[in-house]
Every structure is written in structure tokens, then in C-alpha cells.
């Protein structure tokens, strides 16, 4: 089960993706739905008192993952030109694998614990670089803020690019 349920998780995490980040912003959801769920998570599997925040731990991870998947396809989808989008689509993916190959290389080397913490403590710079990124400008104009809209893809595009 401590394996397995990560999977349960990574099944909610998706289906609760779409309707938080058109609430809130992809912006927000990638800070608490990734960043702060997975610096949760971690931070169980550094002080678990009992079996069942291993379990609560990973289950949190797979909403971590499913989220991520989900909210950083739609936010590459909705920035990006479209001679771009497919180059850019395959990040999650890749960043996904390396993330794998990484815990195992650490692991190698570190104790579980010290492994959790590691990576608990990604989630910083992690989400500092999310609170730099702009919205999405699919998001901001479905909440009718239409010169904000304009303003990042400006940013993201170029002063010339026609909006």
C-alpha cells in the first residue's frame, strides 16, 4: 500500500486540477497544489510517528503528481505559440523522468530521511520561481481581465507581437 497509493492519489490530484486552477489561477494551483503539497508530503516522510502518515505522505505525493501533470501541460498549452507547443509539451515528461533518476541516484547515496528532506526543501526555490511566472493569459481573460491578459503575453512574446 505505501507504494501503491501514490497512485490513488495521482488519480485525484488530476481530476481536482482542472476545476481549482479555472478558480484560482494556474498560477496558485502550482504553488499549493504542487509546491506546497509535495513540502508536505516530504515533511511526513521526515517525522512519521506512526504507519499512517507514510500512507497520508504518499497518497499527498500522487496529488502532487497529478496536479502537476494536469496544471503544466494546460499552462505550456496556453502560453506557447503554436510552432512551439509541441517541443515545449514534452517538459512534464522529461522533468518527470529526471525526477525519478534522480531519487535513485540520491538514494544511493542518503538514508529515506534525508532523501525527504532534500527533496522537501525543493519545494522552495520551486515555488519562488512559480510566484515569478505570469498567469495564464487563457485564465486571466476567462476572469475578464483582458489588459493583464495582454500585458503577459507581451512579456512572454515580445513588445512586437501582435495581441
Not at 502518515?53 to 503544466?72: C, D, E, K, N, P
Request: overall charge positive; proline content about 4%.
Amino acid at each position: 500500500w505505501i507504494i501503491g497509493i501514490s497512485a490513488i492519489g495521482m488519480i485525484f490530484g488530476s481530476l481536482i486540477a482542472a476545476p481549482i486552477s479555472n478558480s484560482i489561477g494556474r498560477k496558485v494551483t502550482c504553488i499549493l497544489g504542487i509546491g506546497v503539497v509535495f513540502a508536505v508530503a516530504y515533511t511526513l516522510f521526515v517525522i512519521p510517528i506512526d504507519i499512517s502518515m507514510l500512507y497520508l505522505a504518499r497518497f499527498l505525493m500522487g496529488v502532487g503528481l497529478g496536479v502537476s501533470q494536469s496544471i503544466s501541460t494546460v499552462y505550456i498549452a496556453e502560453i506557447s505559440t503554436p510552432n512551439l507547443r509541441g517541443n515545449l509539451a514534452v517538459i512534464p515528461a522529461m522533468t518527470g523522468c529526471l525526477g525519478v533518476v534522480s531519487c535513485q541516484v540520491l538514494a544511493k547515496f542518503l538514508q529515506w530521511q534525508q532523501l525527504a528532506i532534500v527533496f522537501a526543501s525543493i519545494n522552495i526555490p520551486f515555488i519562488i520561481m512559480v510566484i515569478l511566472m505570469p498567469e495564464s493569459p487563457v485564465y486571466l481573460i476567462s476572469k475578464d481581465r483582458i489588459e493583464e491578459a495582454h500585458k503577459v503575453l507581451r512579456r512572454l512574446r515580445g513588445k512586437n507581437w501582435n495581441v
